[in-house]
């Protein structure tokens, strides 16, 4: 569960979606550390974390720059690294006895966030105060994520002077109902908030709350691609008939010849419709690389420039065929009127044809 003030939705990640909820602000509340409290007594949970945010200013070797520094009460470790998916590259993260050190993201060792990468052991600079890395954290995938600066809750309180918190993660037993557990959380602060559910300033979002969110983020972006493809096949279509129509003008004389050598109506009927067939086939074959193409431009722009790997081009031999059989019948489709235009040419007419 996270409890987050900001109104927009944050990534979350888990190595076991069913064990973990997320909770968020749906006003500008300020969130404190009692309400973590709160949160934790409720039957059914495992066990809970709660961060704080701030953007520092951040100097290493004589380099100005600002990002998003997050802190965590260390006694409560394993529930934030687990929901965040958080491992180390190298070193450690946050302990008990962590004063004075801190951890950083993957890319300011990896991708040059200053001119010269962060190491274990060296020196860097957070509002002013100087801290020790201890550690770096592997690819998540968010580049924004990829920078972010891992302190311990005391060292960010004297830094931020902060007392609100921003987040809370809670992690259920083993064999619990989470939808129960979720609701059980819901009465407790409703009831410790002392508002009502009409007034109810949080709302909970359970993994399948979530899935059925990204779903129906992935749904617009489906209907909107399929609308371009209707259009595309729509103009395509118009184009093939076209071309069509055009080729039985072309050869008028030519089937008047091969009706009167026998050509049956059947005949001319399966040679303009192949031909069709082979038009839209054509269209789809480039229109497959052109794609493919682009998707993998995508994955590379989104792999090396963005540091994510949720982008990836997959290759599914039966979706080529399939894409190639259904362009072959849209051109058939399309080209079936010219064809039949052709197959019904009296020989006589059309060898006079000029």
Known sequence: MLWQKEAQSASYSS?????????????????????????????????????????AKVEYKDEIRYFMVLSMPTEHL???????????????????????????????????????SAGINEKIKINEKEFKISGI????????????????????????????????????????????????????????RKISEKKKDFTILTPEELLGSFGNVLNIVTAFLLGIAAISL?????????????????????????????????????????????????????????????????????????GTNLLRAGMNIYLFVGCFVFAFLIGSLSGFFPALQASKLKPVEALRWE
């Open 15 to 55: 190595s076991d979606l069913t064990h973990f909820m997320r909770l968020r602000a749906a006003t500008a509340s300020i969130l404190t550390k009692e309400d973590a409290e709160v949160v934790e007594k409720v039957s059914g949970i495992k066990d809970i974390s709660y961060i704080k945010a701030g953007n």
């Open 78 to 116: 394993e529930v934030f690294l687990e929901t965040g998916s958080i491992g180390m590259d190298e070193g450690k993260f946050l302990g008990k006895n962590t004063k004075g050190k801190l951890v950083l993201g993957y890319d300011f060792k990896y991708k040059q966030v200053f001119k010269k």
């Open 137 to 192: 954290v592997e690819k998540i995938g968010n580049p924004s994520d990829d920078k972010n600066i891992y302190l311990a809750m005391s060292d960010f309180d004297e830094i931020f002077n902060k007392t609100s918190i921003d987040a809370i993660y809670v992690q259920i037993k083993e064999g619990e109902d989470i939808n129960e557990v979720a609701d059980k959380v819901e009465r407790r602060l409703l009831q410790y």
């Open 234 to 306: 729509l103009v395509g279509g118009i184009g093939i008939a076209n071309t069509m129509y055009t080729s039985v003008l072309e050869r008028t004389r030519e089937i008047g010849v091969m009706k009167a050598i026998g050509a049956r109506n059947s005949d001319i009927l399966a040679i303009f419709i192949i031909e069709a067939g082979t038009l839209g086939l054509v269209g789809g074959i480039a229109g497959i690389v052109f794609g493919f193409g682009v998707v993998k431009a995508i994955e590379y722009y989104a792999i090396n420039i963005l």
